[in-house]
C-alpha cells in the first residue's frame, strides 16, 4: 500500500486486470448479517437510472429488501448536491445512513478527519472487503488521521473503478474523414478537420470537473509518475508555473482560442455536455466512464466509440467513488449488508454488462460486447500503471478553484499565467493546513 512519503502510489496496480474476482464479499446470500432484520435504511447516490451502476444498485436495494425484511428510502442527488453540501449534512441529523461519495484527500479523506465518516476497518477485515479489493484500489479507501489516502484506517468501500477517456461520434468521424487519432499532434489535426468545417470539435462543461479533467489530461501528456505522486501526496514542491502543469494551461488555453472548445461552454454543467454527445451533435468529449452505460441506453442515432487520451500513458482514474457510512447513521450494520450486496458477482455483472468496470465480476458473466471495449480501454491504462487520480484531489476546496479557473480560460477572461498562480496558491494553503 502506497504511503504519503515512499514515492510509491499505486504501485502494483498493474496487478488488477480489472480485478476480476471470483469471490465475493462477506455476507452470503442466504445469511442476512447479525442484527439487519427489518427497520429503514436510508440511502444517497448520483448515479443515472440507466448508468451502469444506477441499474446495478437498483437491483441491490431489491435483493437487500428480499433478504433482510429492510426498506431501503432512496434519494436521487446531484454530484453538486453532495460535494457541496456533504458536511454540512453529516455534521447534522438530516444524513442518510449510507451514501456514495467521492474519493480523495479533498472529500472522503477531509470528512475522515473531521470525524464524520465510520471507520470501517473492522468491518471491513469481518466482510472480507479488505481481501475482496486489491491494494491499489484500497488506496482510495483508506486514510491517515490527516485524511491524506493511501494508508490508515478504511472510511469507504469502492465497487467499481473508473477513468478517463476520449467519446467520439464515430458517424461524424467518417462523414469528415478522419480517423482516430493515435498521438496527440493528430488529436489536434483531427480537431482542424472538424474546425474548418465550422464543427466545434470537443464538447466542454466549464461550470463542472469536465474543463479540470482536459486540463489534466494535457498535463499528464508531459507527466512522470513522480510528479504524479509529489502532486497528489506532497512528496516534493509542486511547481505550477512549470511542465508539466504549465503545458496543461497553456495547451487548453490554445484550444479554445483556437475553437477547439467553445467560449459558451463556460457557463454548461456536465449534463449539458453528455446530452449533447448523445444528441449527435459533438464529435468528441473527454470524459469519465460512468458515461459509458448511459451512453449505450441512450444513444440509437449513430455509432460512436471510446480511444484513450492519444499518447497518454496516464490517464485521470482510479477506484470509483465510494461507499460511505456517516458516524451518525443509525442503521450501520443495514448499511454493511447494503455494501456486501454490491460486491456479490450477480450485482457486479450486471454492473459490467450495463458499461460499468466492476472490481469482484466472474469473468464468464461477463457478456455485453459493447461493454467488452470499455473494459479493454481500462486494462489498457492499467497494464502502463497509469491510474492517476483526479485533478481537484488533493486539498479540500480545490474542485472550486479549478472549476473557476478553467471557466476563466474559457471565457477568456484571465491568462494561464494568472490561472496557475490563483491554482496555486490554493493548492500550496492547502497542502500547508494539512501538514
Not at 472522503?108 to 472487503?129: C, F, H, I, K, Y
Not at 468528441?284 to 449513430?302: A, P
Not at 485521470?316 to 461507499?323: M, T, V, Y
Request: proline residues 5%.
Amino acid at each position: 500500500m502506497a504511503t504519503r512519503r515512499n514515492g510509491r502510489l499505486l504501485a502494483g496496480v498493474i496487478v488488477v486486470p480489472l480485478a476480476l474476482a471470483a469471490c465475493s464479499g462477506g455476507g452470503g446470500e442466504d445469511e442476512p448479517a447479525e442484527g439487519a432484520e427489518g427497520g429503514t435504511l436510508t440511502l444517497w447516490h448520483y448515479e443515472s437510472e440507466n448508468g451502469a451502476m444506477g441499474i446495478a444498485w437498483d437491483e441491490a436495494i431489491k435483493v437487500f429488501e428480499e433478504e433482510t425484511g429492510a426498506t431501503v428510502e432512496f434519494e436521487l442527488k446531484s454530484f453538486e448536491q453532495i460535494q457541496q453540501t456533504a458536511g454540512m449534512v453529516l455534521s447534522s441529523d438530516e444524513g442518510p445512513d449510507i451514501m456514495e461519495y467521492n474519493k480523495g484527500n479533498a472529500t472522503a479523506g477531509l470528512l475522515s478527519s473531521q470525524g464524520l465518516l465510520t471507520d470501517l476497518t473492522d468491518v471491513a477485515e469481518e466482510r472480507g472487503w479488505a481481501d475482496l479489493l486489491p491494494e491499489s484500489i484500497q488506496t482510495t479507501a483508506r486514510y491517515d488521521e490527516r485524511g491524506v489516502m493511501g494508508s490508515g484506517a478504511w472510511y469507504g468501500v469502492p465497487n467499481y473503478g473508473e477513468f478517463v477517456t476520449v467519446y467520439y461520434n464515430e458517424d461524424m468521424f467518417a462523414e469528415y474523414g478522419v480517423e482516430v487519432p493515435t498521438t496527440l499532434d493528430e488529436m489536434v489535426e483531427v480537431m482542424d478537420t472538424f474546425v474548418a468545417a465550422g464543427v466545434t470539435p470537443l464538447g466542454m462543461a466549464g461550470a463542472e470537473y469536465p474543463a479540470g479533467q482536459l486540463f489534466y489530461e494535457l498535463a499528464l501528456s508531459k507527466a512522470d509518475r513522480d510528479f504524479i505522486t509529489a502532486y497528489q501526496t506532497y512528496t516534493e514542491e509542486v511547481d505550477f508555473q512549470a511542465d508539466p502543469l504549465k503545458y496543461g494551461a497553456e495547451t487548453f488555453a490554445e484550444w479554445v482560442e483556437a475553437g477547439y472548445v467553445s467560449p459558451d461552454s463556460a457557463s454548461l454543467k456536465a449534463e449539458d455536455m453528455g446530452v449533447a454527445f448523445i444528441n449527435g451533435t459533438t464529435p468528441m468529449i473527454v470524459s469519465g466512464s460512468w458515461w459509458y452505460g448511459r451512453f449505450v441506453s441512450e444513444i440509437s442515432g449513430f455509432e460512436w466509440g471510446i480511444f484513450n487520451f492519444p499518447g497518454n500513458t496516464f490517464n485521470a482514474g482510479s477506484s470509483g467513488n465510494l461507499w460511505v457510512v456517516p458516524e451518525s447513521s443509525d442503521n450501520k450494520e443495514l448499511a454493511y449488508e447494503f455494501i456486501d450486496i454490491t460486491m456479490r458477482p450477480e450485482i457486479q455483472a450486471i454492473l459490467g454488462n450495463n458499461g460499468g468496470l466492476p472490481l469482484a465480476a466472474n469473468p464468464e458473466d461477463l457478456t455485453d460486447e459493447k461493454s467488452a471495449e470499455l473494459i479493454t480501454a481500462f486494462n489498457e491504462v492499467l497494464e502502463n500503471d497509469g491510474l492517476a487520480f483526479y485533478p481537484d484531489w488533493p486539498v479540500p476546496g480545490f474542485y472550486d478553484v479549478l472549476v473557476a479557473g478553467f471557466q476563466s480560460l474559457i471565457n477568456q477572461s484571465k491568462t494561464p499565467d494568472e490561472v496557475l498562480t490563483e491554482i496555486g496558491t490554493a493548492y500550496a494553503d492547502g497542502v500547508a493546513n494539512i501538514e
